[in-house]
């Protein structure tokens, strides 16, 4: 695709993002998003085959650029003596500004894997991995550092990653 291309299918994208965050996944029809981006739908349908695939394309973006944000705001504190606890507090912080600036997209990635989508599923997946495997990381330097030993530092990072998406999700209601 070329650049005009790029920018074409970027405005779409963006229109998408922005009926999102003012509609329910569910109102947003293609016509909508077309007229936003000053478009037809026939422009619309060059680039995806309906709304879902448009909403996927945002989600690929924001896991993309987003699951190694997190993953670096757990990888990069420090995790010893006082400063854990500030360390802690920055990664829970971090973790809801992330989950506001892309709510839209985020609330429908739940709802459709809620609803049995293996492919919303998968970059659910690929998203939280990224942060909860900087944990195990994080964990599993800390035990070999002498650190007392908990659970599987992989079933503890999956539960701490897990309880922040929740109250990332919810955090507003």
């Known amino acids: 695709m070329g650049r005009r291309g790029q920018r074409t299918r970027q405005r779409l994208l963006d229109s998408t993002a922005a009926l999102l965050g003012s509609s329910t996944y569910r109102e947003v029809r293609v016509v909508d998003i077309a007229r936003d981006a000053?478009?037809?739908p026939a422009a619309f349908y060059q680039y995806f085959g309906d709304v879902e695939e448009a909403v996927l394309a945002l989600a690929e973006e924001m896991v993309r650029a987003c699951g190694p944000e997190?993953?670096?705001l757990v990888r990069d504190q420090p995790w010893d003596g006082p400063s854990a606890w500030s360390s802690a507090v920055g990664v829970a912080d971090g973790?809801?500004?992330?989950?506001d600036r892309h709510r839209a997209v985020l609330r429908v990635v739940d709802l459709a894997t809620d609803e049995g989508d293996q492919r919303f599923r998968a970059l659910r997946?690929?998203?939280l991995s990224q942060p909860s495997e900087a944990?195990?990381?994080?964990?599993?330097?800390?035990?070999a550092s002498g650190?007392?030993?908990?659970?599987?530092?992989?079933?503890e990072a999956g539960v701490v990653i897990?309880?922040?998406?929740?109250v990332a999700a919810h955090h507003e209601g």
């Open 38 to 40: 000053q478009m037809s």
């Open 70 to 72: 997190l993953a670096s």
């Open 95 to 99: 973790f809801l500004d992330v989950w």
């Open 125 to 127: 997946t690929r998203f």
């Open 135 to 143: 944990l195990v990381g994080v964990l599993t330097e800390r035990r």
């Open 147 to 155: 650190s007392p030993a908990g659970l599987d530092a992989r079933a």
């Open 162 to 166: 897990s309880m922040l998406a929740h």
